[in-house]
């Protein structure tokens, strides 16, 4: 599974970060980093749940 974030859409919520840390990172301006855009075996399901839950759907599967 991989994630990428879309810088145009990401407002700062931080919500992926919250859900998975392991795989999400904030940047000096509070916006959403993917520090590993393959995500690692066992957090997939976290990884999901912030694809789905981001307000402005700004992170995508693939
Ligand atoms: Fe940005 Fe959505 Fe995360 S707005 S900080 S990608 S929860």
Redesign the pocket.
Known sequence: MKVT?DED?????????ALCPEV?D?NDD???EVLTPEVPAGFEETARA?VA????R??SEG
Not at 53 to 56: A, F, H, I, L
């Open positions: 974030v859409r990401c407002r700062g919520h931080g919500v992926c970060w999400f904030l509070g916006y959403s912030a839950q981001c307000p402005e700004a992170i």
